[in-house]
């Protein structure tokens, strides 16, 4: 699903963001991404989501070479790739309906779809109720959820979660872990950045550290 063949990523200056990474992550697979800050975690998932492209080596998701996308068909690619952000990244002028249907609206998807969709996302996320308020009447937890539900309303087969869990408390931690849990269980692949490895230790899940931008280890999750 994920490969990532020998890339590195540098930045004006020399600085290198990545080096010479290889890496493969399976169809269904959910696995966590590690590492001190600036080791490389947002960088790594900006590839994949073509937010950034690697100066060397190739990235591929889903069999498509990403270092040969045109840019007209970024677009596209992005519609593939869910990505979630610890600061939510919502639109406090729309409501929750209008900032989850936001991937839908631009992708062309006809209004009664659209509304289906939109709810059984929100449903997903146990914020069912809630399509008429504002980001700014709900917690943070409940913030996250529309994020999430956002990223998942267009079916996505991967989903990127950038520090998911960085703003919330251990117990909304564990329901945020939850969803992405039964995600990955009807068939997501997912990718999660995180430094909350008390969190993860309690998962049995493949975990990627990265150390200055290199991918120091590679631990399987234990077979059951």
Same mark, same amino acid.
């Given at each position: 699903?994920?490969?990532?063949?020998?890339?590195?990523?540098?930045?004006?200056? %020399?600085? &290198?963001?990545?080096?010479?990474?290889?890496?493969?992550?399976?169809?269904?697979?959910?696995?966590?991404?590690?590492?001190?800050?600036?080791?490389?975690? *947002?960088?790594?998932?900006?590839?994949?989501?073509?937010?950034?492209? *690697?100066?060397?080596?190739?990235?591929?998701?889903?069999?498509?070479?990403?270092?040969?996308?045109?840019?007209?068909?970024?677009?596209?690619?992005?519609?593939?790739?869910?990505?979630?952000?610890?600061?939510? &990244?919502?639109?406090?002028?729309?409501?929750?309906?209008?900032?989850?249907?936001?991937?839908?609206?631009?992708? %062309?998807?006809?209004? *009664?779809?659209?509304? &289906?969709?939109?709810?059984?996302?929100?449903?997903?996320?146990? =914020?069912?109720?809630? !399509?008429?308020?504002?980001?700014?009447?709900?917690?943070?937890? !409940?913030?996250? &959820?529309?994020?999430?539900?956002?990223?998942?309303?267009?079916?996505?087969?991967?989903?990127?979660?950038?520090?998911?869990?960085?703003?919330?408390?251990?117990?909304? *931690?564990? !329901?945020?872990?939850?969803?992405?849990?039964?995600?990955?269980?009807?068939?997501?692949? =997912?990718?999660?950045?995180?430094?909350?490895?008390?969190?993860?230790?309690?998962?049995?899940?493949?975990? =990627?550290?990265?150390?200055?931008?290199?991918?120091?280890?590679?631990?399987?999750?234990?077979?059951?």
């Amino acid at each position: 699903m994920i490969f990532f063949d020998n890339v590195t990523k540098s930045y004006p200056g %020399g600085h &290198r963001g990545l080096s010479d990474i290889d890496l493969h992550i399976e169809p269904a697979e959910m696995v966590f991404l590690t590492g001190h800050s600036g080791a490389g975690k *947002s960088t790594l998932l900006k590839l994949i989501g073509l937010l950034e492209r *690697s100066t060397r080596g190739q990235v591929r998701v889903g069999g498509r070479n990403l270092t040969r996308l045109k840019k007209r068909q970024i677009p596209f690619h992005r519609r593939e790739v869910g990505m979630i952000f610890q600061d939510h &990244r919502l639109l406090h002028d729309r409501t929750v309906f209008d900032n989850v249907a936001m991937p839908l609206v631009v992708a %062309g998807v006809g209004h *009664s779809e659209t509304s &289906r969709r939109v709810r059984a996302a929100l449903d997903k996320v146990s =914020l069912l109720g809630k !399509e008429k308020a504002y980001p700014v009447t709900l917690s943070g937890g !409940e913030q996250q &959820r529309v994020g999430i539900a956002r990223a998942v309303v267009s079916k996505p087969p991967v989903v990127l979660a950038d520090e998911p869990t960085g703003n919330l408390d251990p117990d909304l *931690s564990r !329901e945020i872990m939850g969803l992405f849990d039964q995600f990955n269980q009807v068939g997501v692949t =997912l990718l999660i950045a995180t430094h909350d490895l008390d969190l993860i230790s309690t998962l049995n899940k493949r975990v =990627l550290t990265l150390d200055k931008g290199r991918l120091a280890q590679d631990r399987p999750a234990i077979a059951c």
